[in-house]
């Protein structure tokens, strides 16, 4: 595909698109980043919230035991079970959150081990209030149970500490991301827009140079078609003289010079004759980029049925005409009548040494239009010379073999661009060729 833009806007859409990739790129990982750092967080918080709710069990059991071995109220047994029972649910969900952390898990185990000596002390000193009331309330304020709770605070306060350590890391870690990412992101979002800044004033100065060299383009055109006519229009007169002057000689002289001097004056006639069909064709191909187009609805075969009768009326040969479906359409009525005489007048020429011409026309839907068609089956031409079909004075056979001007395709390709339309032919040597075209221009 080609690329009908400067190279510099290319370069800089290139980079300002991989500079929006990159802003992508980071602003994703950013938001993985920080969905993780906000996932460790709220971690934190919940390890947090389960070592307070055990350390404010811990300091519950001791004191509903306490009121127990005072009181001696048995009903405060099952206060003491639940608690004991929420500790180690507390416990078990520090465990889990905890998994294997280094630091923590080293203190999870420490604390497991207290609070384990804890809950066998509390079960002797239960026992020990069966039999004697002093001996538990001395077991209750003895230095290895005092010491037992200072060791349980202790191992739930570096607990604590550690996860207050860890989160304040992680907050920090996280501020330090956002800024990295506010940095990054700012001064990649300014780079982006310097460049698309400068891209913009590329493309722009790109445009204004072309709307300049269009416009030169156009007073070339206009200076180029004015001169074309104007030469072809001032060349007629000559002509005409020539002719008019050389006929008058054949048909006053024309003994006396013999028949080589009668030959050469032929040929003069002949060549004067067909300088003047190629003025014709020049006027009409400069006078057609001054015409406006004038749309109207035409009835395509009723058109090309007319101009068959009359391309063959003077000059009648047995020529196989199959005239398929051919849609109406909307067109300029008499550019697109040139359009159909040139295309059918060439098939009829490049079929006259042919033993039995066939020639096809037709149309079928296409592209979101209607493509139409002229086929025969004459002596065709190479594909890699089609290059020159369409082009002024370029001919793929020589007037020897058949006449012409080279113009006439030129006009047909140059009234199908005016209709924003397109055409193309397909052949092979001594096959035969077609042509196809179509207009942009809504079908009737």
Known sequence: MKLYIDKKALYGFVVALFILILLGYFSYRNNNQFMKSR????????VLNHIEQTQTNSVRVEEILAKYILTGDSSLLESYNKEVKKATTHYK???QLIGEKGSLQVKIDSFKVVGKRKFE??????????????????MLNSHENRASSDKIALVLANMREEENRLLTERLKNGQIEIKYFQATFSVMMVFAFLILVAVFLVINRSFKLRLLAEEKASIVNQDLESFTYSVSHDLRAPLRSIRGFTEVLREEYGPTLGQEGNRLL???????????????DLLDFSRLGRKTLTFSKIQVRELVTEIIQELTVHTPREVKWEVKHLDTIRADANMIRQVWINLISNALKYTLKVDKPVIEI??????????YYVKDNG??????????LFKVFQRLHNNQEFEGTGVGLALVQRIISKHNGKIWAEARVNEGASFFFYLNNPTV
Not at 39 to 46: D, G, K, P, Q, V
Not at 121 to 138: C, F, G, T, V, W
Not at 379 to 388: A, H, I, L, Q, T
């Open 39 to 46: 996932e460790l967080i709220f971690h934190a918080t919940r």
């Open 93 to 95: 969900s520090l465990v």
């Open 121 to 138: 002390l509390h079960k002797k000193i239960m026992n020990a209030y069966k039999s004697s009331r002093q001996q538990a309330e001395l």
């Open 266 to 280: 032929s040929i003069v006639i002949r060549n004067a004759g067909r300088m003047g069909l190629l003025i014709d």
């Open 362 to 371: 037709g149309s079928f839907p296409k592209y979101g239009t209607t493509v």
């Open 379 to 388: 002596v065709g031409f190479d594909m890699k010379y089609s290059d020159k």
